[in-house]
């Protein structure tokens, strides 16, 4: 078993997978309930793993007791990196939120390439190459995730400490047209070279990833071997693979089907039986292109009256960065756009869209799923995108259709039975939308069962094997992904 190649797991990320809350003077820690935690808490209690990251309190407060009570309840460490508002503020909202996530994504123009900002990004992936340093041995795996922490393997090996880290990266990894703007390319892609192993979550992503090397790397050189393609650069040796993370299939299932939800979910099928739910679920971001999907509405409204009072748009939307000027902006035009289509276009006992602006509960998220007809993600730009994966695991009556935005990293395994569109394209999602309105019963339960069975089979477990057999075998599990542009039809 590949567990057995290390001693602890360390995971490393950006926050803790808790959220402390102070209720009079105590702390109350609450799990986080991502499928990354559910996954990775076996492996982490084994053998008493560690997870390192921002307890997202200020630093003047200490939580270590209510965190090594968390500890000891769950059976791995929670090992705190305080921050302070300085370093908050350069590394986190600036660099992380204002460099690397509009770059990574292809909005290179809403980057703020601010010297400090990268001062502080160092500073703090530097911190937390301290902590490793502190609580880890020899012996034990360090995983670490995500665009906030790029170059703390760097940090590492610069203390020289022996350590065998490896890195997944969560979002996109975007073409040298896009990446080569970074002021500080060389060092980052220096950081990630100083990884045993880079994790990606697409093909694209990946060979992004190669092509960047080969414009910034004079001595680059490269072999694939399976399913991993092996680099070296200079003094760097490392391994790259792409990795489609996904969800615990079984959990969301048995939600699906338990009472509780299928109460909540007939109670709401009895709110608009006459018309079909077209379901948005997504994090405010403008990454999410959620603007471009009310107009899309819009124009399947405008472009086939047969559909209107019969179709509802049916949009959660879940706070996010909301201190930061754009996104508030980004709600500002959401909640005018709501207004305006809902003006233009509501009549006596039918309203075109629904929108709630909110976190939901598990169990309401999952009957939303289950109540809706479709379900419509439409992001610009996406990592993987774990919403359409959750729609189709919970569509478990196998009636649903599932339209996707072909820049989603999830339409590289779901193509062949999602509706693919080009999100920027409203005509285009304004004709799937009726397509998928009026697709044969027949029809939605094949690609419904197709969709799930890939989603069965290729869940958040696979995802840990095989990045964990890739690091420590050197051979990654077989998990067919398509380039998405090699299928899309070509030019005739
Ligand atoms: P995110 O950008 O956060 O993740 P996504 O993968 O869609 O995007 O995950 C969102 C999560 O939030 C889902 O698990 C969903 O259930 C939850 N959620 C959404 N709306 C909610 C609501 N109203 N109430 C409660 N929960 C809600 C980043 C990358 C993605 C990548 C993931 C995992 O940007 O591309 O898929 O990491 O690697």
Not at 72 to 77: L, T
Not at 137 to 153: C, K, N, Q, T
Not at 348 to 361: E, F, K, T
Not at 384 to 392: A, F, G, I
Request: glycine share 6%; with cysteine; charged share 25%.
């Amino acid at each position: 078993m590949v567990q057995d190649e290390f001693n602890r797991l360390v995971v490393v990320s950006n926050r803790l997978p808790v959220a402390l809350k102070k209720k009079n003077d105590d702390w109350e820690v609450k799990p986080g309930s991502g499928g990354l935690v559910t996954a990775l808490a076996p492996v982490l209690s084994r053998n008493g793993g560690i997870w390192m990251g921002w307890p997202g309190t200020a630093e003047e407060e200490d939580v270590t007791g209510p965190l090594n009570d968390f500890s000891r309840e769950h059976g791995y460490w929670l090992h705190p990196v305080i921050l302070s508002r300085e370093d908050l503020h350069g590394y986190y909202y600036g660099f992380s939120n204002e460099v690397l996530w509009p770059l990574l994504h292809g909005f290179h123009n809403r980057c703020n390439f601010k010297l400090e900002y990268w001062e502080r990004y160092q500073k703090v992936n530097s911190m937390f190459a301290g902590e490793i340093a502190k609580v880890t041995e020899p012996e034990d795996y360090i995983w670490v995730h995500d665009y906030h922490l790029m170059l703390v393997a760097k940090e590492v090996a610069r203390n020289k400490l022996q350590r065998n880290c490896g890195f997944f990266l969560h979002i996109p990894f975007p073409g040298p047209e896009i990446f080569l703007k970074l002021p500080w390319r060389r060092e980052i892609l220096s950081g990630l070279l100083s990884y045993d192993l880079v994790g990606f979550q697409t093909i694209e992503s990946l060979n992004n990833f190669v092509s960047c090397l080969e414009y910034l790397c004079f001595d680059m050189d490269y072999s694939i071997d399976g399913t991993l393609v092996k680099i070296k650069c200079g003094d760097y040796n490392t391994k790259a693979g792409n990795f489609p993370i996904s969800i615990d299939f079984d959990e969301f299932a048995d939600k699906a089907s338990s009472q509780e939800v299928s109460q909540r979910t007939a109670k709401l099928n009895l709110l608009h039986p006459e018309q079909q739910i077209i379901l948005g679920v997504d994090r405010l971001d403008y990454t999410k292109g959620l603007p471009q999907r009310f107009e899309s509405l819009r124009q399947a409204l405008l472009n086939y009256p047969d559909l209107r009072g019969k179709i509802s748009l049916l949009q959660l939307v879940v706070p996010s960065r909301e201190e930061v000027h754009e996104y508030r902006l980004l709600k500002e035009e959401i909640e005018r756009l709501v207004g305006e289509i809902n003006g233009q276009f509501t009549e006596p006992g039918w309203i075109p869209i629904h929108y709630l602006y909110r976190s939901l509960p598990r169990e309401d998220l999952i009957s939303f799923y289950m109540a809706s007809d479709m379900a419509l993600v439409t992001p610009l730009c996406d990592g993987m995108n774990l919403v359409c994966k959750e729609y189709c695991v919970c569509n478990y009556h196998e009636n649903g259709v599932l339209i996707l935005s072909e820049f989603a990293g999830a339409a590289s395994q779901l193509y062949n039975d999602a509706i693919l569109v080009n999100p920027n394209c409203v005509y285009e999602v304004a004709e799937a939308i009726r397509r998928a309105f009026y697709i044969h019963k027949s029809e939605r339960q094949t690609r419904m069962q197709n969709l799930r069975k890939v989603l069965k089979e290729y869940d958040i477990h696979f995802w840990l094997d095989s990045f964990l057999q890739a690091a420590f075998y050197g051979k990654a599990k077989e998990c067919p992904q398509a380039e998405i542009y090699r299928y899309l039809s070509k030019i005739d």
